[in-house]
């Protein structure tokens, strides 16, 4: 049987691992790859602890924020698209200043 603390472990590298992401990459992309992890290391974490205390209550919580998280990435991830089709590059040094008339 695993234990709660493996459980936690995983969260917690999986939560780090997406912090690193963000504050280390350039790309949007990316950047937003990491804070997908980082999400789905707080839901592992609602998950384990739920099963330890035998309550529903935050695994309900982790289907709607999945739920969530898909709608947002669709969103998401047309707005990436539409900043490459302007920019030509998913750096996020080039979205600095996005202004309406713009063009570079």
């Keep these: 049987m695993i234990s709660l603390t493996s459980y ?7 939560f780090s691992i997406g912090a ?3 504050i280390s990459r350039r790309n949007i992309f990316v950047i937003y790859m990491s804070i997908e992890m980082m999400l789905n290391g707080v839901n592992l974490f609602l998950v384990t602890f739920a099963r330890y205390h035998f309550n529903m ?3 309900v919580i982790t289907v709607m924020v999945i ?3 898909a709608a947002e990435a669709a969103i998401f991830l047309s707005v990436i698209i539409l900043l490459y ?3 030509k590059s998913l750096d996020t040094d080039i979205f600095n200043t996005l202004k309406q008339g713009e063009r570079t």
Aim: net charge positive; aromatic share 6%.
């Design 8 to 14: 936690a472990f995983v969260a917690m590298m999986l």
């Design 20 to 22: 690193i992401g963000v």
């Design 57 to 59: 209550d935050p695994q």
């Design 67 to 69: 739920a969530i998280a």
């Design 85 to 87: 089709r302007s920019r």
